[in-house]
């Protein structure tokens, strides 16, 4: 279980360095929260009790996010080529919770493994509009077209995922920040863009993303170590159904993690 803070931290600082890389920001964040969290990685990878299907996933996706950082830190990688890097380090991520999450019968971690899953796919949209920001700081004409087509994937998205989660509030916040983007950006062509505001909004929403993705994962938590408990109580806890609930644990806490 003392698996899961780390792989979450550690997926941060993979997706934070390629994300910083893109806006012209520094890495060295990334390089810390990657180095604290290394040893710890290395050690559950060496494990092999758990289900062989799941840590071959979780292999590669550390493979793919060990090869992104350095394309991020390294430099003489283009930012598209980046953003493409990232795109398929998330999508493995993904893919490694799909297929744990699909061990669970339970009503309860399914709920909220949707509601993570859902959040989580509609946050990283936003990867777009940070690219489209990198852009229009290096002064590419290009800008505006990247921030509309990027900004039309989220709304498609956000629609989707907010007729899911049935939060007014949430549904408020969500959809100002994206209107507010969606009006910065038409002075984008004049110069009179105002970048602060429009990086400040990107990174609000940004916000909103990850604590809904908390709250789902500290749920999910608290489910498989009812679960686990009830299980070691019953008798019918071995050590494969308690490994089954420990590799779903770890699979979502992959995803509880901000860029």
């Given at each position: 279980m003392?698996?899961?803070?780390?792989?979450?931290?550690?997926s941060m600082g993979v997706g934070?360095?390629?994300?910083?890389?893109?806006i012209h920001l520094p890495t060295d964040n990334a390089a810390a929260i990657i180095s604290e969290n290394e040893a710890t990685i290395d050690a559950f990878l060496a494990d092999s009790d758990l289900d062989p299907k799941v840590m071959a996933e979780v292999s590669r996706a550390v493979q793919e996010g060990e090869a992104l950082y350095q394309s991020a830190t390294q430099g003489g990688v283009s930012r598209e080529a980046l953003h493409e890097r990232l795109q398929g380090f998330v999508s493995r991520i993904t893919l490694v919770f799909r297929t744990i999450i699909d061990s669970s019968g339970d009503s309860r971690v399914l709920a909220d493994s949707g509601l993570l899953l859902a959040t989580w796919d509609t946050q990283w949209s936003i990867i777009d509009q940070i690219v489209a920001?990198?852009?229009?700081?290096?002064?590419?004409?290009?800008?505006?077209?990247?921030?509309?087509?990027?900004?039309?994937?989220e709304a498609g998205k956000l629609a989707l995922f907010l007729e899911n989660v049935n939060d007014p509030e949430l549904a408020t916040n969500l959809n100002g920040l994206m209107d507010q983007r969606r009006a910065l950006i038409t002075g984008i062509d004049d110069a009179s863009t105002d970048v602060s505001a429009l990086r400040n909004s990107i990174f609000a929403s940004l916000t909103i993303y990850q604590e809904t993705l908390d709250g789902a994962g500290a749920?999910?938590?608290?489910?498989l170590d009812d679960l686990a408990s009830t299980a070691k109580r019953n008798a019918w806890g071995t050590v494969i159904g308690v490994t089954v609930i420990l590799t779903l644990a770890l699979g979502l806490a992959l995803l509880v993690s901000a860029p």
């Open positions: 003392s698996i899961i803070p780390s792989l979450a931290q550690w934070g360095a390629a994300l910083a890389n893109m920001f990198g852009a229009l700081m290096d002064g590419s004409e290009a800008a505006s077209l990247m921030f509309t087509n990027a900004q039309a994937a749920r999910i938590v608290t489910t």
